[in-house]
């Protein structure tokens, strides 16, 4: 149940601020390496989240 409701905020924070980040990311002036760091994030939160789990 503790899962859920980490990934339920996840998921809340990450609809209020997409926006945003999304605005950042594309932003004409902006460095090129943007998206590559939003990827790299969702890629550690991912194997944390792997990690985090017991082998059954």
């Known amino acids: 149940m503790n899962n859920q409701r980490l990934v339920i905020l996840l998921l809340l924070i990450a609809y ?3 926006p945003t980040l999304f605005t950042w990311i594309v932003n004409p002036e902006g460095a090129w390496y943007r ?3 939003m990827w790299i ?3 550690i939160i991912a194997y944390a989240v792997q ?3 017991k082998p059954s």
């Open 16 to 18: 209020i601020f997409s």
């Open 41 to 43: 994030i969702v890629i």
């Open 51 to 53: 990690a985090r789990k």
């Open 35 to 37: 998206p590559y760091i």
